[in-house]
């Protein structure tokens, strides 16, 4: 039985498959991809912050009150909760270390803000990066001693010192190793030993409510403030600009709870 020979198209007649069709999927398929890698990065920097909280880790952070470079009482129930924290233990008479990583910390602390200012999802006051020093040498880390050290480094950086049994505790809770020589007198100079390690504290992305799909930008308020918990340690062997980006995406990973605008009556 002889076959029927193809029918050419003519212009008048429909295509199966068009150039804008074509398109559309090209762009479908390019937003799929860049919504899957974020959301592969995001997991990653979920699993990062479960980690940090898992079942048999010791709990990195926790209540602590201390006084600041102006000699003002510095409470972490109060001061730190409804805001992301770097927190960096150090001394002001180490002679590179501290100082290094104080540079470091300046410059991740305004690139993060700058990342933060370009980004309309983290213009909300409760996204700002609270800075703070601790001492591990309050013998000779007095207010008045922290305030003109820090000056030097960034204006924002919060210094706070106490007894030596306050610092103590709460290098404990922080999982901070430090050591002072022994027999050390009054006026005598020496070194501290120390972790060195920035520590982010805020909300953890894991513990967070998404909101449903179809929920307009205009609805989404924030109804949960960051909590204080520990998110991720940041070492040395993080680059100031990688530091930020770390810092930035766990910022932009916390959101607050879906209020749906109330209806007029």
Request: charged share 25%; with cysteine.
């Amino acid at each position: 039985m002889p076959t029927k020979p193809f029918k050419k198209l003519g212009h008048g007649t429909a295509q199966p498959f068009s150039t804008i069709a074509g398109l559309i999927f090209l762009v479908a398929g390019g937003g799929m991809i860049v919504y899957f890698r974020y959301e592969k990065e995001r997991m990653e920097r979920k699993r990062v912050a479960e980690a940090a909280k898992g079942v048999g880790r010791p709990k990195v952070g926790g209540k602590f009150e201390l006084l600041d470079q102006n000699g003002k009482p510095f409470s972490s129930e109060e001061d730190m909760k409804g805001r992301f924290c770097l927190v960096y233990f150090g001394f002001t008479h180490c002679p590179d270390i501290c100082p290094e990583e104080l540079d470091k910390m300046a410059t991740m602390i305004d690139l993060t803000r700058s990342k933060l200012s370009s980004s309309s999802s983290s213009s909300s006051s409760s996204a700002s990066l609270l800075p703070i020093f601790i001492t591990c040498d309050p013998a000779r880390d007095t207010p008045a001693v922290l305030k003109a050290y820090l000056r030097e480094f960034h204006p924002d950086l919060i210094g706070l010192t106490g007894t030596w049994e306050q610092i103590k505790a709460v290098c404990k809770l922080y999982r901070v190793y430090f050591s002072t020589p022994e027999g050390v007198k009054p006026g005598m100079d020496y070194l501290v030993d120390h972790s060195i390690y920035f520590y982010l504290m805020g909300e953890q992305a894991s513990s967070l409510t998404l909101p449903p799909y179809g929920t307009f930008a205009n609805e989404l308020i924030s109804t949960t403030d960051p909590e204080g918990d520990f998110v991720e340690a940041i070492g040395r062997q993080h680059s100031a600009e990688r530091a930020a980006t770390i810092i930035t995406e766990h910022m932009g990973d916390w959101r607050g709870a879906v209020k749906k605008k109330k209806k007029k009556t």
